[in-house]
């Protein structure tokens, strides 16, 4: 029974330590004009593909994605607008300071979706901004689409930043089940994986 439980152990760390996802993304521009400003009808799409790659013993589940999408601010960029400047992500470089304006933020608890021991799985999940859903955060492309057609001659050709955070359970590691378990015993269970820039820390 002790070597079954190490071996059981092991193969939990194993898939703790191994586990990666990769992700890939595709930004879709719906009802822009010739300069590529986003009209008032319009919508911007983002479709994150998630591949979860498994080299464990142990089939895993997705649990949650939580996905953020900053879109380069040219405006602010250009002093033009200062509260969206102070609200704004930072990407500092070589070439200078780069502002990126929050244009979506999402996070779903996933369906039952299952990930085989030894091997990957994909997930696609899109990602909307219109008018209807948030009506602030549209206007706000729509000013930097506008800008950036004026003055790169291409609005719908802005850089994007992309952070995605994914949690997955390993099958058969039971939950915690008090709250005062030891963070570990919390944890056991789960694998937590971020990917690229979070700029809202």
Do not use: C
């Amino acid at each position: 029974m002790s070597i079954a439980s190490s071996v059981s152990y092991s193969s939990v760390v194993v898939a703790q330590a191994t586990v990666s996802v990769t992700p890939r993304y595709q930004v879709t521009w719906s009802s822009v004009d010739a300069e590529g400003v986003l009209r008032s009808d319009g919508a911007v799409a983002v479709i994150a593909t998630l591949t979860v790659d498994n080299p464990s013993s142990r089939i895993l589940r997705f649990r949650l994605v939580a996905y953020g999408g900053w879109i380069e601010d040219g405006p602010a960029e250009a002093g033009l607008n200062e509260s969206r400047r102070v609200a704004d992500g930072i990407i500092a470089d070589a070439t200078g300071t780069r502002y990126f304006y929050l244009a979506i933020s999402d996070s779903k608890e996933i369906q039952p979706f299952e990930v085989p021991a030894l091997g990957n799985r994909s997930i696609s999940l899109t990602y909307v901004l219109n008018r209807t859903g948030n009506p602030v955060g549209f206007d706000a492309v729509r000013n930097i689409t506008a800008y950036a057609s004026a003055t790169r001659g291409d609005g719908s050709a802005m850089s994007w930043n992309h952070w995605v955070r994914v949690q997955l359970t390993i099958d058969g590691v039971p939950v915690a089940s008090s709250p005062s378990a030891g963070f570990h015993l919390q944890v056991l269970g789960t694998i937590d994986r971020e990917e690229g820039i979070n700029l809202a820390r």
